[in-house]
């Protein structure tokens, strides 16, 4: 069956260091991978696209990794903040579709 | 700035009762989403429109209709609310073509927490 799994675990770290988020993906051969953010009670805001032939994408803070022979993308946020603290949510596109597809999120804490 | 509206951010209803659920985007998008959040569950599409007029199912279209007569505006309609629609709701526009010059980035509405007592 078609599966998008992230850790339903909160991550909870110290700030000032790296988070590191994980979203793989089973029977799916997405075109395109994007992460968002959600806060509590708010929609989810767009951070990042990777497409199926980027290895890697940064934007500021955020590295995003795809490999599709794993099957995996990671997320990574560097020297990390309060303000980081959030639910992160990964989202496949297939190539001939409209439709997103989401996974559940994981909770990221960053302490003070 | 873009923006995606929604009419309602909470609603409680009774089973049995229609519900209309309005989405407004101010950023002439082609394509608009209904989506449902659970806890544990995701973001579950439940119909999508490319176009005013056209609407296609999603992954749980079971109990929901949409409606687009103009390209601003996607209505989720439950004709005959269930306790097991309790939810929250959100509505989402991206533009049209998706393709290299196109991020395909969704811009969310706020979300309506539906309650069915």
């Known amino acids: 069956s078609q599966k998008i799994e992230q850790n339903s675990e909160a991550l909870n770290i110290q700030e000032g260091k790296t988070a590191t988020l994980t979203c793989n993906y089973t029977?799916?051969?997405?075109?395109?991978l994007q992460w968002y953010r959600q806060d509590p009670g708010r929609g989810p805001v767009f951070l990042l696209l990777i497409r199926e032939n980027e290895k890697e994408k940064r934007k500021e803070r955020l590295k995003v990794t795809f490999d599709t022979t794993l099957k995996q993308s990671l997320f990574h946020i560097t020297a990390s903040q309060p303000a980081d603290s959030a639910t992160y949510l990964c989202a496949l596109l297939m190539d001939s579709s409209y439709k997103l597809i989401f996974g559940s999120g994981t909770r990221l804490l960053v302490r003070p | 700035d873009v923006k995606v509206t929604q009419s309602s951010r909470y609603l409680v209803k009774r089973t049995g009762e229609k519900v209309f659920l309005e989405c407004v985007q101010d950023?002439?998008?082609?394509?608009m989403f209904w989506y449902r959040q659970d806890p544990g569950l995701g973001l579950r599409l439940i119909y999508f429109?490319?176009?005013?007029?056209?609407?296609e199912k999603g992954d749980i279209p079971e109990g929901y209709s949409v409606s687009r007569e103009k390209k601003e505006r996607f209505s989720l309609i439950l004709e005959s609310a269930s306790t097991n629609q309790t939810s929250m709701y959100l509505c989402?526009?991206?533009?049209?073509?998706?393709?290299?010059?196109?991020?395909?980035?969704?811009?969310f509405g706020e979300g309506s927490r539906l309650t069915v007592l």
């Open positions: 950023m002439d998008h082609e394509n």
């Open positions: 029977n799916y051969s997405p075109a395109y």
């Open positions: 989402a526009s991206s533009l049209g073509a998706w393709g290299t010059a196109n991020t395909g980035e969704l811009f």
């Open positions: 429109s490319y176009d005013v007029k056209m609407k």
